[in-house]
């Protein structure tokens, strides 16, 4: 059975600060890690890591995959309370076609 | 305007009661998938379906059921056998080109 673990569940920091959120893996077959950012409802997609050691950037936010290790980690830098959500990684398995999603981080960024 | 469409946005279930939630998508991808989210918690596979009249069970799929008949619908059924419903649930589907899994706004689904 695939897992995917996610820590720390919660973090609480002031706008400025940089956080990494942490993402281990145990899927079959893997294809890809992904990552969401879940604000209210719908999650909307961030990354989507492939190659070990290729950090793929979209503005505050960066993230690397390590497939020798089985894990990932979200950086966001210079956090603003826009951030504040509930950040969710998860593990493509490629021959079942299915995403495995770990328990999440759930962030909060204070003024 | 492509996207996937969950309705209603708001269920209420009474005991005893099967509620179907719906999930249409014009997206024209081939797997769709139901998640269930519990308060502050990740995603849990209900059961995902990799093509028309074709569907699997994920990891809590017990009290569940779905049908896929048609490419662009799968809806899922709650059971009176899932007695504790109360939670939100995500419909969603992998675009296989660019390795991406889309998802509706979502279902809270309440018990009275």
């Known amino acids: 059975e695939d897992k995917v673990v996610q820590s720390p569940l919660s973090l609480v920091v002031h706008e400025g600060d940089t956080v990494t959120l942490n993402c281990s893996y145990e899927v079959t077959n893997f294809r890809s890690l992904l990552w969401y950012k879940q604000e209210k409802k719908a999650p909307t997609f961030l990354f989507m890591l492939?190659?070990?050691?290729i950090e793929k950037k979209s503005g505050r936010l960066s993230s690397i995959l390590d497939k020798k290790e089985l894990f990932s980690i979200l950086n966001i830098t210079a956090t603003q309370t826009g951030d504040s959500a509930i950040y969710l990684c998860?593990?493509?398995?490629?021959?079942?076609?299915?995403?495995?999603f770990g328990g999440g981080t759930r962030l909060m960024v204070k003024p | 305007d492509g996207g996937i469409t969950q309705s209603p946005k708001y269920l209420f279930r009474k005991e005893g009661q099967n509620v179907t939630l719906s999930c249409e998508q014009n997206l024209n991808h081939d797997a769709m998938y139901w998640y269930r989210q519990d308060p502050g918690q990740g995603l849990r596979l209900i059961y995902y379906s990799q093509i028309v009249n074709d569907f699997q069970k994920g990891d809590i799929a017990e009290g569940y059921s779905v049908s896929r008949e048609k490419k662009e619908s799968f809806p899922l059924t709650v059971t009176s056998a899932q007695k504790n419903p109360t939670a939100f649930y995500l419909c969603a589907t992998w675009d296989r080109s660019n390795e991406k899994l889309f998802f509706g706004s979502g279902t809270q689904l309440s018990v009275l």
């Open positions: 492939t190659s070990s050691g």
């Open positions: 998860a593990g493509y398995n490629n021959a079942g076609n299915m995403l495995t």
